[in-house]
DNA sequence: CTGAAAGCGCTTACAG
DNA sequence: CTGAAAGCGCTTACAG
């Protein structure tokens, strides 16, 4: 292995000169410089990233904590991790995994052995003890996703507000009156307080009534399975229903599947639109789906960069909402059927909202 | 920090002892094991990694290589790297995600950092410039799929050959006499040499014959769209068929929408088997697919410790193939309408293979 | 069974 | 602008 001591003799310099040039961090002059890189190069010299992190108290790597057990891995997750790595790689650090509990242990004792700057949490909770760790341990870190209180801690999210609304907007646009939420199951307390759940409910909550629409909220884990049931429930308890926006991506892909089962067409029948979904994954259903596209690539990459600075000591990036943007697919269109009369007669009922 | 030091003034012992006894070194008396132990709990002691990786020159980090810009990261892909990371952690490993290009050069800056003990390569081609870059440098790594060129090389796979012939089998079995592969797209020199589309399809040659059957093999780009293109020309090429086993994961989605559009009842008329594919995509096509599953858990556990034996000196883990089991769905059963008389007249030709 | 000491390959005050 | 030296927190011959 060549060491910055074998550049240093070769270039006759002291292995500080070495380090300096290398790190930028005290000048050299042109003749030093030039003499070190040579040598450099005619060595093939590499800094040892090891070394340079036991000296430095900084590792150059941080982890991706996900809640293995507790969340499918699913297309949307990936997206995140795979451009939280691409960012990781582009800023010169490295980017672990690492399958964590929900309950923070894990982490306690994988940070004990300070081999990460700090950390990118995943799939966050409203109260989430991983932030608690974090916190008590001092480890940099940012969020993607949101605990509920936010109050100086790093994060990037989904813009559910405005996704539900674009969302709504468009079926609404489009003269759908009768407009269902498809939720996540709430009894399941792990869920009940998981963000994407929780925001957008409450924002079609709000949302909804300012269009003159009625709520209807259904439960569903995030399974095809249950999605495929949700939409017998669907259809029995609320059959004028003429669009269904749904949160979690596995049900979403079953709630087609289980629609065209019951034989209803879609979009003709039934309008289906996800909230929070990958393309790949929209390709995968007959018809394609249209859905409101997880801004996964974007959250992953400033979630990372997020993270980086508050390393690097720049100024800290401000918390960051992205929207789901709406991406065609033919499972959306103007309904064809006859209107209920109720939602027809609010048509002109819609709050103006400039 | 609590470092080395402390706990061992606290224990009145040396560091050495205290670093014996840690990694089992050396033999340690119960009394001063006893003291040492305590005194690492009052202090609540951690090992520091960047350290120990320096003085030991083993970083206890491995890096997954994955070429990220050639191959879609789906869910089979995800299936490894979940199942790496765990199998990683269970061993005191840590897995960093080093999305790379199929080259090599990125390969070569990363190892150069010394930051991991060896490599996991995912996405293997037949002849792969990573493992000639892992070799020159002398770093231990383990495949996820195989070279052409194999002597001494660790690796898992897809054990092709069974996977094919549990297929047929299955299909034949069933009276299936018209069994039709969709490959890849060998025209593309990314994927002429990928060993799942060479593999399965010199199983699907040597196997069919045996049982009787005429080859039949058409190429595919590895999306839905070109699953869904494909199915159109296999209507108007081989409207004889009765059953396709298709090897790419998204083409066999796109199969399934294209028969459908195409009028074509799954399975009545025809029969989908993807020959390598994830449980929960299977779910997403209506009818569900029936498929043969693809062995990611165990492949990325079997890889990640093949790889985690050599470093530790272990007894090599021999090459291990393991086949994608049939995993049962609605999308694969008798055919129902009149059996061509070629293939009806070879009834019984299948060659003994006991 | 235990310890003193060298060393892993860097970074970083400190001095000049 | 450059260098000598201490130090990061461990592991590991070597000696006893």
Known sequence: MVTMRDVADRAGVSIATVSFLLNDTKPVTAATR?????????????????????????????????????????????????????????RDYHL???????????????????????????????????VTVLQELATPFAMIGRTSALEGLSHVDIDFDQTVEDAVAH????????????????TDPLFSTYGPYVRSEAAYRRIAPEYGLETVVMECSGSTQAGQEAMARLIHNHPDTTAVMIVNEFAALGSVAGLSRLGRRIPDDISVLPLLMA???????????????????????????????????????????VPAKLYPGATVAAPTGPQP???????????SRS
Chains 1, 2 share one sequence.
């Open 34 to 90: 030039a003499r070190v890189e040579q040598a450099m190069a005619e060595l093939g010299y590499r800094r040892n990233a090891v070394a340079r992190a036991l000296a430095s108290r900084r590792t150059h790597i941080i982890a991706m904590a996900y809640p293995a057990l507790d969340h499918k891995f699913g297309f949307s997750a990936t997206e995140f991790l795979t451009s939280a790595a691409n960012a990781a790689r582009e």
């Open 96 to 130: 672990v995994l690492w399958p964590v509990g929900n309950d923070g242990t894990e982490l306690t004792e994988l940070l004990g052995q300070g081999l990460v700057d700090g950390v990118v949490l995943m799939e966050v909770q409203l109260d989430d003890p991983r």
């Open 171 to 186: 079926l609404h646009g489009l003269g759908h009156r009768r407009i269902v939420l498809v939720s996540g199951n709430l």
């Open 279 to 321: 393309p790949e994954m929209a390709a995968l259903t007959n018809p394609e789906l249209t859905i409101m596209r997880t801004p996964g690539p974007e959250l992953g990459q400033l979630g990372t960069e997020a993270l980086i600075r508050q390393l690097e000591g720049a100024d800290p990036l401000p918390p960051q909402l």
């Open 341 to 351: 009369k109720a939602a027809a007669g609010r048509r002109g009922a819609r709050k």
